[in-house]
């Protein structure tokens, strides 16, 4: 460090200057050495640790230093550096754009009178809530322990489950006003380097203001940006994420918020959960099974009740159709507009149970859904069989495992009510035709979305579709999904 003559007081008046005289910066004024030469040490309340400032900088700088002559040192930001703080991290910060980043970024900064620059001493003690079970996945066996919004939290969960020299964690900074840190985590001998290469390039030539949360990042590093399907895979699961770097997946951990992103993402990847793998293989082939006809459930029940009563009703069977009539005997409504009314409402209600307080809210949507359903069902403004239909839609809705890929069926579910009111199921058909062809043209990282059933791949396609034993496999320190 250069010496000069700047005075403590007017180093201290720049950094005030350039925060803005903020209410929450902190200054602690004391002298070093014989020679009691000007010190400060400056911090952003609420970010720090304060024990770890005071053990580490404050206690040192004014008990250690009485007896010592500083003057005698060439450098004197160099001797308190290596020989006073005791800190476990301490840099130099050459300039005030250097210094203020840091102290923003929760260290504490250090400044002498008659000397150019400063000593950044790292003391980040953001308070963050205690590792739970994520209420966004909710396992029956398994791990309890969940993401939070700390990266050194989270990058210590990945740890623990994967001790093995090769985990890379590699740190970027996006965000030209948040300067939010992103961490990148891979397995150096299973994830291709092309891919790793791929996700720094995205992440690099991201420019935006602020990332308040991983979604930020998942929108724009995207393949298909238009897409309604998602192509990034989100969890708050640690197990999850473990699995997916095992694989050879790239992790990517957002500060400040618990939902971690890996990539590639293929559809049967959204329909699986880590849950699968801690139960017997036939349950968990059941169960896999059972999402793929949720699914189907979820996309297709209303538009093929539509289509078939308006243009096919000679595909039901007598009985049936003759209850079905009668149902609707004397509703208002034609049969399109009754199914998206129930459609909307029961939308509208999901939406109102996750918003209302958590106590109430779960109440209020099944309350809520009895009440209007059985109240317009003996107005005679909906017809029971739709009330059926859109009850057994919704709860084929809530099997599949993906948040992301439940929004897009529910979106979707409208398109093919649209298609079957128009063309009958000939519109059912031509729509999974424009939803397939959409599929096989989307990539997530030069993956197929499709992979791997299009194309085809015989031992992988049967892993995909089939929980497949442990005992079958030849390699069992790799989890194959």
Known sequence: MKRNNRPLQEQIGQFKSELGNSADLSIRECAVGVKQIPIAVLWLDGIVDTQSLNEGVLAPLISRTRELDVTAHEDLYIWLQNSVITAKKVSHALSIDQAITLLLSGHSIVVMDGCEGSIAVETLGIETRSIEEPASTVVVRGPRDGFVESLEVNVSLIRRR????????????????THTSILILYLQDRAPEETVAEVRRRLSQIHIDAVLESHYIEEIIRDNARSLFPTVYSTERPDDIAGGIVEGRVALMVNGTPFVLLVPCTLFHLMKTSEDYYLAYPVATFVRWLRYIGLFIALLFPSLYVGVLMFHPEMVPPYLLSSILSAREGVPFPLLIEALLMELTFEGLREAGIR?????????SIVGALVIGESAVRAGIISSPTVIIVAGTAISSFIIPSIDLSGTIRLLRFFMLICASLFGLYGVLFGLILIGIHLTTLRSFGISYLAPIAPYKKDEARKTLIRVPWWTLRTHSRRHR
């Open 162 to 177: 994967i001790q093995n020299k090769k985990l890379r964690v590699e740190a970027m900074t996006v965000g030209s006003v």
């Open 356 to 364: 209302m307080p958590r106590a109430v809210g779960s109440a209020i």
